[in-house]
């Protein structure tokens, strides 16, 4: 299994970005998939949970309004959508599957993740 996150980068208060998740070594339209963030100090929380049909969406209550999560199954790629930025949003973003496998490898396995820093 292999999960590459980018479209991080530094963007100003109210400004917005869009995340990308590459997956591959799975079957990815089958598994619900996450999107986690870890902001500096912070542990790991869950931001938005997306089903294998894109019909079940769940947002953090942190997010919330200001979130909008996809996926393309057919690209096996997933995207978060965020806007109305605020500093509180500056963190490491990683996506992962909703449940892991043992046989794809290390059940602590993540992506490198993609950096955002909100600032002005």
């Known amino acids: 299994v292999q999960l590459v996150e980018s479209g991080g980068g530094w963007v100003r208060p109210g400004g917005s970005l869009r995340l990308s998740c590459a997956a591959s070594g799975f079957t990815f339209s089958r598994y619900t998939m996450n999107w986690y963030r870890q902001g500096p100090g912070k542990e790991r929380e869950l931001v938005a949970s997306i089903s294998e049909d894109d019909e079940r969406i769940n947002y953090a209550p942190s997010v919330m309004g200001r979130v909008t999560m996809s996926r393309d199954n057919d690209m096996n790629t997933l995207y978060l959508q965020i806007t109305a930025m605020t500093t509180e949003d500056t963190a490491v973003y990683y996506c992962?599957?909703?449940?892991?496998?043992?046989?794809?490898?290390?059940?602590?396995?993540w992506g490198q993740g993609t950096q955002v820093t909100v600032s002005s």
């Open positions: 992962r599957p909703n449940r892991w496998i043992a046989a794809w490898g290390p059940q602590d396995y």
